[in-house]
């Protein structure tokens, strides 16, 4: 069955908000992409995704990176297609996947950058304790940092999501799966003390946990802003962001002794490779400290 480009990407944009429950960033940068295969698709006289071969996708990925486009933007949108051409394959509206023989372009893995474990105490410490923002903003940094949480997670975590006695969170990450994490004694009692008093103070209008200071919905951007304020405040390293909490936490736990598969349920990482890159950074930590404290090094 023929179908165009237009009804196919409408189909297909349907499809991974609602059934596959992918984020509204994720299913606007797959449209984007996959907007931009179309367009060039159309300059060579194809009308529908059936018209496409391996040569097209060959030919567009090429002329991004003609463009400028970096090599992990690349590699997403050959992800976009392939998942695009899973579905219409699957819907019938194509025999093939033309970018089925293609490699995934090369992407360098930079070792995450991490904070010590004074930084992240010296920022805590930065967060006033006599106000309810600043409750507020303690027991934020204090969860991030205690259970690894990626900004939206902490964005969207429900007052049914905490359970502070004996302490831990119930999380909803990519895809809306949920993953048990302990929090922590300190985060846990900073927790307890700002749903007590700092966030009644805030006249919460909806039921998540870290609110604005009109109580809505506290925002990604708003939660980069405090983390670099406070960042700035205590010395810390440039740059400093929600996800270098999230490297800091994974990376002081196995540079602790904890187990990897453990690691990995807490972070809620699909694929265990993707938890291995902080068994770098630890082995790089080991060898820095290698170089700077043995006599003979």
Same mark, same amino acid.
């Given at each position: 069955?023929? !179908?165009?480009?237009?009804?196919?990407?409408?189909?297909?944009?349907?499809?991974?908000?609602?059934?596959?429950?992918?984020?509204?960033?994720?299913?606007?940068?797959?449209? *984007?992409?996959?907007?931009?295969?179309?367009?060039?698709?159309?300059? *060579?006289?194809?009308?529908?995704?059936?018209?496409?071969?391996?040569?097209? !996708?060959?030919?567009?990925?090429? #002329?991004?990176?003609?463009?400028?486009?970096?090599?992990?933007?690349?590699? *997403?949108?050959?992800?976009?297609?392939?998942?695009?051409?899973?579905?219409?394959?699957?819907?019938?509206? #194509?025999?093939?996947?033309?970018?089925?023989?293609?490699?995934?372009?090369? !992407?360098?893995?930079?070792?995450?950058?991490?904070?010590?474990?004074?930084?992240?105490?010296?920022?805590?410490?930065?967060?006033?304790?006599?106000?309810?923002?600043?409750?507020?903003?303690?027991?934020?940094?204090?969860?991030?940092?205690?259970?690894?949480?990626?900004?939206?997670?902490?964005?969207?975590?429900?007052?049914?999501?905490?359970?502070?006695?004996?302490?831990?969170? *119930?999380?909803?990450?990519?895809?809306?799966?949920?993953?048990?994490?302990?929090?922590?004694?300190?985060?846990?009692d900073l927790c307890r003390r700002y749903l007590e008093d700092g966030r009644p103070r805030l006249r919460p209008r909806v039921d998540h946990v870290f609110v604005s200071r009109t109580g809505g919905?506290?925002?990604?951007?708003?939660?980069?802003?405090?983390?670099?304020?406070? #960042?700035?405040?205590?010395?810390?390293?440039?740059?400093?962001?929600?996800?270098?909490?999230?490297?800091?936490?994974?990376?002081?736990?196995?540079?602790?002794?904890?187990?990897?598969?453990?690691?990995?349920?807490?972070?809620?990482?699909?694929?265990?490779?993707?938890?291995?890159?902080?068994?770098?950074?630890?082995?790089?930590?080991?060898?820095?400290?290698?170089?700077?404290?043995?006599?003979?090094?």
């Amino acid at each position: 069955m023929a !179908i165009d480009f237009d009804r196919a990407l409408d189909l297909f944009a349907a499809h991974i908000k609602v059934e596959r429950a992918l984020s509204p960033h994720t299913v606007d940068g797959y449209v *984007r992409d996959l907007l931009r295969l179309f367009a060039s698709a159309r300059e *060579r006289g194809a009308s529908g995704p059936a018209d496409l071969g391996p040569r097209h !996708i060959t030919d567009h990925l090429l #002329a991004l990176a003609d463009a400028g486009v970096g090599a992990r933007s690349r590699a *997403r949108a050959l992800s976009a297609i392939r998942s695009f051409y899973r579905f219409i394959i699957a819907e019938r509206y #194509a025999d093939a996947d033309p970018s089925a023989t293609l490699d995934s372009p090369r !992407i360098p893995r930079p070792l995450p950058v991490v904070l010590g474990v004074a930084d992240i105490d010296a920022m805590l410490a930065e967060a006033p304790d006599d106000t309810a923002l600043g409750m507020r903003d303690s027991a934020l940094l204090a969860t991030m940092y205690a259970a690894g949480l990626r900004v939206s997670e902490v964005c969207t975590l429900h007052t049914a999501d905490l359970s502070l006695d004996p302490g831990h969170v *119930r999380v909803t990450g990519k895809g809306q799966k949920q993953r048990l994490v302990p929090l922590g004694d300190i985060a846990r009692d900073l927790c307890r003390r700002y749903l007590e008093d700092g966030r009644p103070r805030l006249r919460p209008r909806v039921d998540h946990v870290f609110v604005s200071r009109t109580g809505g919905s506290l925002s990604r951007q708003a939660v980069w802003r405090r983390v670099r304020h406070y #960042a700035r405040c205590a010395g810390a390293a440039a740059g400093t962001s929600p996800h270098k909490l999230r490297h800091s936490f994974a990376t002081h736990l196995l540079e602790g002794g904890a187990d990897l598969r453990a690691v990995q349920v807490m972070l809620g990482h699909a694929d265990i490779s993707t938890t291995e890159i902080y068994t770098h950074v630890s082995r790089a930590r080991i060898l820095d400290l290698y170089m700077n404290h043995h006599p003979r090094a």
